[in-house]
């Protein structure tokens, strides 16, 4: 439900950012909190109840803790090293704690607790169960902290943090036709090329680029019956329909993003090439790729 000022047009719009304040680091930390009892199957503390001669189950804070130091050494710990939210000044690594929110979100599992007896409640027990059907509601509210701190990521029903890239021209409809690609080297490097651009971290994006641009040259070689040269002109002949100005504006275009392919620091890495000091050139390269192999796959035969 919207609030007044958001129906009436007074409330200013959310910025849109990538990167996680600390307000916004502590709201996620404090979501993933609650769910650590979900993780009792991973961190079983077997306790023993002395009065009533019982065994039962809880959470291993200290084993969850420990394992966490090795399985993401870069999260955040406050001074007793515990997981913890850092302060305004203190230097803190948001990747690690998009790791951290996939690695809840990849192992709650459910579980029923309660008292052992509710008159007496001489202890309180963790049952753990075999189904993770808490994760919708895990999901659901890491996903409305970022839609209300305008973070743009979200963690999808594949239990993964991806980026949100607005405006975005790679569609389902794009997907499914690459995952149709009927060679499989050309379909494998666009499908790793898809997945790397949706990653969180800026060094995925880098390597998009680089592997969108390793599937347009693979993609040029298409038709093995023919070398490089006559397959990479069947298939502009095939988008163009023939038409010589069309042909003449394909050709341009595979041989311009050649050419910023081996200019730039993108496949080649000699010092000889540019660098691509913005990360925010990333998107721009990858899409422009994309949409002339977007349009290119949709005439292969």
């Known amino acids: 439900m919207s609030y007044y000022t958001e129906r009436h047009g007074l409330r200013a719009p959310i910025e849109k950012t990538y990167d996680i304040t600390v307000d916004m680091y502590a709201l996620i930390i404090d979501c993933c909190g609650k769910y650590y009892k979900n993780l009792t199957h991973l961190f079983p503390l077997k306790c023993h109840h002395d009065f009533t001669a019982s065994d039962y189950l809880a959470f291993n804070e200290n084993a969850f803790q420990n394992r966490m130091k090795f399985k993401i050494p870069a999260l955040f710990r ?7 939210v850092p302060e305004i000044g203190d230097k803190y690594d948001q990747y690690a704690l998009l790791d951290f929110t996939e690695f809840i979100a990849q192992n709650i599992n ?23 059907m808490i994760f919708s509601k895990y999901q ?21 943090i991806e980026r949100v890239v607005e405006n975005n021209p790679l569609t389902p409809e794009i997907e499914n036709n690459i995952a149709a690609v009927k ?7 666009l499908s790793e090329a898809i997945m790397l ?7 995925s994006q880098r390597d ?4 969108i641009w390793d599937a347009l040259e693979r993609l040029k070689t298409y038709y093995t019956t023919l070398d490089k040269k006559h397959s ?23 041989k311009t993003l050649t050419d ?18 913005d990360t925010r050139y990333y998107d721009y390269f990858f899409n422009r790729c994309l949409s002339l192999i977007a349009l290119a796959i949709q005439y292969l035969q």
């Open 197 to 203: 651009h949706k990653q969180p971290c800026p060094e």
């Open 232 to 254: 990479a002109a069947k298939i502009v002949n095939d988008m163009a329909h023939g038409e010589a100005e069309i042909t003449d504006l394909f050709n341009a275009e595979f």
């Open 208 to 211: 998009a680029v680089e592997k």
């Open 260 to 277: 910023i392919g081996n200019s730039f620091r993108i496949r080649h890495h000699e010092t000889d090439k540019i660098d691509i000091t």
């Open 140 to 160: 659901n509210e890491i996903n409305e902290i970022f839609a209300e701190s305008g973070l743009l990521y979200t963690l999808t029903g594949e239990k993964i």
């Open 183 to 189: 060679e499989k080297g050309t379909r494998e490097l």
């Open 110 to 132: 459910d579980i029923s607790e309660g008292w052992n007896n509710e008159r007496y409640q001489n202890y309180w027990y963790t049952n753990c169960l075999k189904t993770s």
């Open 78 to 84: 406050d001074e007793n090293r515990k997981i913890g």
